[in-house]
């Protein structure tokens, strides 16, 4: 039987197919690409009666790539946090997901696995910015200070990795790092024993550096808005920037532009004291999608920046 696992390249897919491989492992064809890519069941072509595993991409956006999949007789597992859209009833369909603000894709895994690997979890959810939910889970595992300062730093650097327009932008193909972090069953090895998270985190800081140069274009009680040029240090940068200034300033929205030469990808966070409905959001426009706390637009023409700032001022003003 053919097998395909498809996985989001950021630190939440990494971790999450990484964990599901560790436990049952299988050869397969390995499908995934920067955190933008999210679309990835519909661009690829299945033989019939596959078998896919699907972890940390949205099944709303790629509904037409798992409705040709489920005609094909293939049989697909889904892990995942998004917005799910209306999920199809199929014998050959099982989905976990869960959409909860405080959950990401990998949390899901774990619990799915009875906690055989948390440490790679709360990886991930550092990486997606749900501390709260990461040291909750550490806290659970007894896992030292130390150990978590340093899971921490991998989750927002894996992270960091995934954030481009094209694989090109990246210092690691995200397939290269899923091949790597196979190799270790406990993250703190792969820190110990490879230059992955120094190399990336110079960069990273290097990158958010530039960031907190630009200046913000738009900001009231509720939203800030944040410009930053077309360029591969604001493309990779752009997401953890968001994360950085929604931990900075817990009350605001905030939406981070990047330029394009016909308008503009953009990131969105939801404030952290108010963790709901950034999707809700995205989906105003139409290559938005997300989930409660992040979420993004594809393409943003310019003349909708004002419609993107009222309709963030009008989900999050106070009540």
């Known amino acids: 039987m053919n097998t395909f696992d498809i996985f989001n390249g950021d630190a939440d897919g990494l971790c999450g197919i990484t964990q599901l491989r560790l436990a049952n492992p299988r050869r397969s064809t390995r499908i995934t690409g920067v955190k933008r890519n999210n679309m990835l069941l519909n661009d690829v072509r299945l033989p019939e ?12 956006s790629n509904l037409s790539g798992l409705t040709q999949a489920l ?47 948390p440490h790679w979890a709360i990886v991930a959810a550092f990486g997606d910015n749900l501390e709260e939910s990461a040291y909750s889970l550490a806290t659970t595992c007894g896992t030292s200070k130390v150990t978590i300062d340093a899971l921490r730093d991998l989750g927002v650097c894996i992270n960091y990795n ?21 190799e270790f069953d406990e993250p703190m090895n792969l820190i110990a024993e490879t230059d992955i998270l120094p190399t990336l985190k110079a960069h990273y800081e290097a990158d958010l550096t530039s960031a907190r140069n630009a200046p913000v274009t738009a900001i009231n009680d509720y939203v800030a808005i944040v410009i930053l040029p077309n360029a591969k240090w604001a493309r990779r940068i752009n997401g953890l ?19 394009k030469s016909d308008g503009y990808t953009v990131s969105i966070r939801a404030p952290q004291n108010n963790p709901l409905n950034a999707h809700q959001v995205a ?20 003349d909708q920046i004002s419609y993107l700032e009222d309709e963030l001022t009008r989900q999050y003003r106070s009540r």
């Open 241 to 259: 920037y968001a994360n950085a200034l929604s931990n900075h300033f817990p009350n605001r929205a905030h939406a981070i532009l990047i330029e």
């Open 162 to 182: 995934s954030y481009g327009t094209c694989i090109e932008d990246l210092h690691y193909h995200p397939e290269a790092l899923y091949n790597i972090m196979q």
């Open 49 to 60: 009666k596959s078998q896919l595993t699907v972890v940390d991409i949205s099944l709303h």
């Open 71 to 117: 005609d094909k007789g293939c049989s697909v597992e889904w892990f995942d946090h998004h917005h799910p859209g209306v999920i199809p009833e199929n014998p050959h369909l099982i989905t976990h997901i869960d959409t909860d603000p405080y959950v990401c894709s990998s949390l899901i895994i774990n619990k799915f696995l009875k906690n055989r690997f």
């Open 283 to 302: 989906l105003k426009f139409e290559t938005g999608g997300g989930r409660h706390t992040a979420a993004g637009i594809q393409h943003l023409p310019t």
